[in-house]
C-alpha cells in the first residue's frame, strides 16, 4: 500500500494549525504519521526541531515518548483501532520537557476518495502528571489512575447510550411500519403514550398523535373500551405475556378478530406500562373457516359412496383403525361384524344391463340399512356391506341375522335380492380383522346355502 500524500496547500493548512492533531495511516501492519500540526508538535515539545526529522524520529518509534507504563495499553487500543474501527479513545502519559503530563487522545477513521482509510487523532494536554520525576507524587499517580477508570466508564457509558438510542431508533421504524398494530399505555393512566400507523388508522385517527394522550374510552365505545380495559388488568396479573383472541369491533364499528399480545414494563422513568401488539387475523381467519368447510367437504365426499349415499370403504377403514387403537388400549366396548353380498349381482348385469345392477345394489342396501336401523352401514365392494353392530343393534345381533335369513326365504319364492350374511361377536381378538375374517367365512357358507336352496 502506498502512503498517502496531500497536496501542497493541503499539507501547509494542516500542519500551521493550532489543534492538536495528527493524521496516520497503516501501511504493511506498521502505522505512519501522514501529518502533525503545530498544536500537536507544541504539545509534544517539537516545537524547535526540523519538521523533517520530527516525521522521521516519530515514525522510527511513534511510542517514544510515552510511560513505559502506559505502552502496553496503548499499543493494545491502537491494534483494536485499526482492526475494529470505531472510536479510539485513550489517556496516556506522555514525557515533555523532562516531565510526564496527561494527555488525552480522541480518533475517528476518515476516508479519502480514493478509498483510503486513515486515522485522524485529536489530542488534549490535561496537565502535568509529576514534578521532575515519575514517583514523586504518588496521589497523582492514583488520581491519573482514577482518570483512567472513569474515562473508561465515560466511554462505555457512550458507546452504550448509542447502541441504545441506534436500538430505539430501528425499534421504532419497526413498529412503525409494521402491518401489525402496536400501542403502549401508561398503566396508572390508561393514556396511550404511543402508537404505530396501523393501530391509528384501527382507531379511526389520521395519524399516531390523534391516538397519543387519549383513553380508551375516549376512542372507542363504552362496550368496547370496557372490553379492552379489563384484558389491560389481565395482562398487569400475569408475569409474562398475555395472548388471546378476540372478536370486537374497530372505531367505525366494522366487527374485526384479532390475535392480541399484551405484556408490561417498566420504561426508564420507572413509570409502569403496557406493550401490546395486535394482529388482524380476520381475513385469515375467514380463509381458515372456507378451508375447513372446504376440506370437510371433501374429507365427506371422500368417504361417501356415490351410488347409494353410505359410508365408503375409506371410512370402514378409518373406523377400523379407531377400533384396533382402542382395541389395544383395552377400552372398545361389545361389537359384532356383519358381512353381507349381494347374489347375482354379475347376472343382472350381463342379461339387465348395469343400470338394473346399480338398482339392484340400492335396493339391497335399503334392506341392509332398514334391518341395521342403528349401526353404521358400509359398502366395501361392489356387491359387499358391512356392518359394525354395536349397542342396542348388537344386543340383537342374532334376531337381526334371523331377519335378514326370513327375508331372503321370502324372495327365493317371490322373487327379490336376496344377501348372503355372516356375523361374528368381538371376543378379544387383537383386531377388526380377525373378527372380520370369521364373519366373512360365515357369509360365504350361508352364499352357498341360499344358492343350494335356489336349486
Same mark, same amino acid.
Given at each position: 500500500?502506498?502512503?498517502?500524500?496531500?497536496?501542497?496547500?493541503?499539507?501547509?493548512?494542516?500542519?500551521?494549525?493550532?489543534?492538536?492533531?495528527?493524521?496516520?495511516?497503516?501501511?504493511?501492519?506498521?502505522?505512519?504519521?501522514?501529518?502533525?500540526?503545530?498544536?500537536?508538535?507544541?504539545? *509534544?515539545?517539537? +516545537?524547535? #526541531?526540523?519538521?523533517?526529522?520530527?516525521?522521521?524520529? &516519530?515514525? $522510527?518509534? @511513534? !511510542? =517514544?515518548?510515552?510511560?513505559?507504563?502506559?505502552?502496553? *495499553?496503548?499499543? +493494545?487500543? #491502537?491494534?483494536?483501532?485499526?482492526?475494529?474501527?470505531? &472510536?479510539? $479513545?485513550? @489517556? !496516556? =502519559?506522555?514525557?515533555?520537557?523532562?516531565?510526564?503530563?496527561?494527555?488525552?487522545?480522541?480518533?475517528?477513521?476518515?476516508?479519502?476518495?480514493?478509498?483510503?482509510?486513515?486515522?485522524?487523532?485529536?489530542?488534549?494536554?490535561?496537565?502535568?502528571?509529576?514534578?521532575?520525576?515519575?514517583?514523586?507524587?504518588?496521589?497523582?499517580?492514583?488520581?491519573?489512575?482514577?482518570?483512567?477508570?472513569?474515562?473508561?466508564?465515560?466511554?462505555?457509558?457512550?458507546?452504550?447510550?448509542?447502541?441504545?438510542?441506534?436500538?430505539?431508533?430501528?425499534?421504532?421504524?419497526?413498529?412503525?411500519?409494521?402491518?401489525?398494530?402496536?400501542?403502549?399505555?401508561?398503566?396508572?393512566?390508561?393514556?396511550?403514550?404511543?402508537?404505530?400507523?396501523?393501530?391509528?388508522?384501527?382507531?379511526?385517527?389520521?395519524?399516531?398523535?390523534?391516538?397519543?394522550?387519549?383513553?380508551?374510552?375516549?376512542?372507542?365505545?363504552?362496550?368496547?373500551?370496557?372490553?379492552?380495559?379489563?384484558?389491560?388488568?389481565?395482562?398487569?396479573?400475569?408475569?409474562?405475556?398475555?395472548?388471546?383472541?378476540?372478536?370486537?369491533?374497530?372505531?367505525?364499528?366494522?366487527?374485526?378478530?384479532?390475535?392480541?399480545?399484551?405484556?408490561?414494563?417498566?420504561?426508564?422513568?420507572?413509570?409502569?406500562?403496557?406493550?401490546?401488539?395486535?394482529?388482524?387475523?380476520?381475513?385469515?381467519?375467514?380463509?381458515?373457516?372456507?378451508?375447513?368447510?372446504?376440506?370437510?367437504?371433501?374429507?365427506?365426499?371422500?368417504?361417501?359412496?356415490?351410488?347409494?349415499?353410505?359410508?365408503?370403504?375409506?371410512?370402514?377403514?378409518?373406523?377400523?383403525?379407531?377400533?384396533?387403537?382402542?382395541?389395544?388400549?383395552?377400552?372398545?366396548?361389545?361389537?359384532?361384524?356383519?358381512?353381507?353380498?349381494?347374489?347375482?349381482?354379475?347376472?343382472?348385469?350381463?342379461?339387465?344391463?348395469?343400470?338394473?345392477?346399480?338398482?339392484?345394489?340400492?335396493?339391497?342396501?335399503?334392506?341392509?340399512?332398514?334391518?341395521?336401523?342403528?349401526?353404521?352401514?358400509?359398502?366395501?365392494?361392489?356387491?359387499?356391506?358391512?356392518?359394525?353392530?354395536?349397542?342396542?343393534?348388537?344386543?340383537?345381533?342374532?334376531?337381526?341375522?334371523?331377519?335378514?335369513?326370513?327375508?331372503?326365504?321370502?324372495?327365493?319364492?317371490?322373487?327379490?335380492?336376496?344377501?348372503?350374511?355372516?356375523?361374528?361377536?368381538?371376543?378379544?381378538?387383537?383386531?377388526?380383522?380377525?373378527?372380520?375374517?370369521?364373519?366373512?367365512?360365515?357369509?360365504?357358507?350361508?352364499?352357498?346355502?341360499?344358492?343350494?336352496?335356489?336349486?
Amino acid at each position: 500500500m502506498e502512503k498517502y500524500r496531500y497536496s501542497d496547500e493541503e499539507l501547509k493548512l494542516l500542519e500551521s494549525s493550532p489543534i492538536p492533531f495528527a493524521i496516520y495511516q497503516c501501511i504493511d501492519g506498521k502505522v505512519v504519521t501522514i501529518v502533525m500540526s503545530e498544536g500537536f508538535l507544541e504539545l *509534544s515539545g517539537y +516545537e524547535d #526541531v526540523d519538521k523533517k526529522e520530527i516525521y522521521n524520529l &516519530v515514525n $522510527d518509534d @511513534i !511510542y =517514544r515518548n510515552v510511560h513505559p507504563d502506559d505502552l502496553s *495499553s496503548i499499543v +493494545e487500543a #491502537v491494534n483494536c483501532f485499526l482492526a475494529e474501527g470505531g &472510536v479510539f $479513545d485513550v @489517556i !496516556y =502519559r506522555q514525557k515533555k520537557d523532562g516531565e510526564y503530563r496527561v494527555v488525552h487522545s480522541y480518533g475517528r477513521h476518515i476516508y479519502k476518495e480514493d478509498g483510503t482509510r486513515l486515522a485522524f487523532v485529536w489530542y488534549t494536554d490535561q496537565g502535568a502528571f509529576v514534578g521532575e520525576s515519575i514517583n514523586e507524587n504518588e496521589d497523582i499517580s492514583a488520581e491519573y489512575a482514577r482518570l483512567q477508570q472513569e474515562n473508561e466508564r465515560l466511554r462505555k457509558e457512550a458507546d452504550a447510550s448509542r447502541k441504545i438510542m441506534s436500538l430505539k431508533k430501528s425499534l421504532s421504524d419497526l413498529l412503525t411500519n409494521m402491518p401489525a398494530m402496536t400501542f403502549s399505555k401508561d398503566v396508572d393512566t390508561g393514556k396511550y403514550l404511543a402508537c404505530n400507523q396501523a393501530f391509528a388508522e384501527y382507531a379511526n385517527k389520521e395519524t399516531p398523535e390523534g391516538v397519543v394522550g387519549l383513553t380508551d374510552l375516549e376512542i372507542f365505545d363504552e362496550e368496547t373500551a370496557i372490553h379492552f380495559i379489563e384484558d389491560d388488568k389481565k395482562a398487569l396479573a400475569m408475569d409474562g405475556p398475555y395472548i388471546f383472541y378476540e372478536d370486537v369491533p374497530d372505531a367505525a364499528g366494522n366487527p374485526r378478530q384479532f390475535q392480541t399480545t399484551k405484556l408490561k414494563f417498566t420504561d426508564d422513568t420507572g413509570r409502569e406500562c403496557l406493550l401490546g401488539l395486535c394482529q388482524d387475523v380476520t381475513d385469515a381467519m375467514r380463509i381458515k373457516r372456507e378451508y375447513t368447510e372446504k376440506l370437510a367437504l371433501v374429507q365427506n365426499m371422500a368417504e361417501i359412496d356415490s351410488l347409494t349415499g353410505i359410508k365408503n370403504k375409506n371410512a370402514y377403514k378409518v373406523r377400523e383403525s379407531i377400533m384396533n387403537q382402542r382395541i389395544q388400549e383395552q377400552r372398545q366396548p361389545e361389537f359384532a361384524i356383519v358381512v353381507l353380498d349381494v347374489n347375482d349381482l354379475k347376472k343382472i348385469n350381463d342379461t339387465e344391463g348395469h343400470e338394473a345392477g346399480d338398482k339392484y345394489i340400492c335396493d339391497a342396501c335399503d334392506i341392509i340399512c332398514n334391518i341395521f336401523k342403528r349401526s353404521p352401514v358400509y359398502r366395501v365392494g361392489g356387491d359387499e356391506f358391512v356392518v359394525i353392530s354395536q349397542d342396542e343393534d348388537y344386543a340383537r345381533s342374532e334376531e337381526l341375522v334371523d331377519v335378514i335369513a326370513r327375508h331372503n326365504k321370502d324372495a327365493l319364492i317371490n322373487g327379490g335380492v336376496v344377501v348372503a350374511c355372516g356375523m361374528a361377536k368381538f371376543d378379544q381378538e387383537d383386531c377388526v380383522a380377525a373378527v372380520f375374517e370369521i364373519a366373512d367365512k360365515r357369509m360365504y357358507e350361508n352364499k352357498k346355502f341360499l344358492k343350494n336352496c335356489i336349486k
